[in-house]
């Protein structure tokens, strides 16, 4: 079992920084692939990006050289900067957790980003 806690979301203007931590408990936090997704009113769930247990990442397009993930081991946290806001970025966020064999998905509560001026 894995229990992920979603904090740092707000409202922020065009252009603005945040930055999204998600605190995990539960299990063997190192092992897992780590992930941020996103969903937007009316629209699905999409990955922004993630990073598995070896730290390879992995980027939307639309966020790639805006939004980096990084965890913390020792901490079992992950984060996402985000630096460049735009509006179509405003969205509730999750945090994800899977591992192999099975790939269970675990969900954090989601936070909620709002960009506008």
């Known amino acids: 079992q894995v229990q992920l806690v979603e904090s740092g979301g707000g409202l922020v203007q065009p252009g603005g920084s945040l930055r999204l931590s998600c605190a995990a408990s539960g299990s063997i936090f190192r092992s897992y692939r780590m992930g941020w997704y996103r969903q937007a009113p009316g629209k699905p769930r999409e990955l922004v990006a993630s990073?598995?247990?070896?730290?390879?990442?992995n980027y939307a397009d639309s966020v790639k050289g805006r939004f980096t993930i990084s965890r913390d081991n020792a901490k079992n946290t992950v984060y996402l900067q985000m630096n460049s806001l735009k509006p179509d970025d405003t969205a509730v966020y999750y945090c994800?957790?899977?591992?192999?064999?099975?790939?269970?998905?675990?969900w954090g509560q989601g936070t909620q980003v709002t960009v506008s001026s």
């Open positions: 990073m598995s247990h070896g730290g390879t990442t």
């Open positions: 994800n957790a899977a591992r192999a064999p099975t790939w269970y998905d675990y």
